[in-house]
């Protein structure tokens, strides 16, 4: 159950939330490896994220999200089975989605590092949320 194949060895599905500056701001319980990241979200944070993307929250997410709806934005993709790109006018979204995501993804990839223990878990699984949220006190608090 704890085995992610995407990542070939097992591993934790963890959540997060930052806001668009790059300030974390809430990180989710552990999913097993194996749960993708749309099952994940819809346990932990898209209950309590689709009232305020409705109050006028933009809300962006990876392309692991696609099919989330509720206003939660999320990139094109190309489909697989029609050739050619997806267009001058998608792929600006893209980047223009990619580059207003960049310092949330910072964000996380900062905690990741600053906390090392997030990187290599071997205690129990069910304990890596526990850690990132112990994580994520740590570093707001030592934020300026």
Request: charged fraction near 20%.
């Amino acid at each position: 159950m704890w085995y992610a194949i995407r990542i070939k060895h097992c591993a934790g599905n963890v959540q997060f939330l930052a806001t668009p500056d790059g300030i974390p701001l809430w990180v989710s319980g552990v999913e097993p490896g194996s749960v993708h990241d749309l099952a994940a979200a819809r346990v932990h944070a898209l209950p309590d994220l689709y009232p305020a993307i409705r109050d006028g929250l933009p809300a962006l997410a990876d392309i692991g999200y696609l099919g989330a709806g509720g206003g939660l934005q999320v990139p094109f993709r190309k489909h697989p089975d029609l050739p050619g790109d997806l267009g001058l006018d998608n792929e600006t979204y893209n980047k223009l989605h990619r580059g207003l995501r960049l310092p949330a993804e910072r964000a996380m990839a900062e905690l990741k590092q600053r906390w090392r223990t997030l990187q290599h878990v071997t205690l129990s699984p069910n304990r890596i949320g526990a850690i990132a949220q112990a994580a994520l006190a740590l570093n707001n608090a030592w934020r300026p």
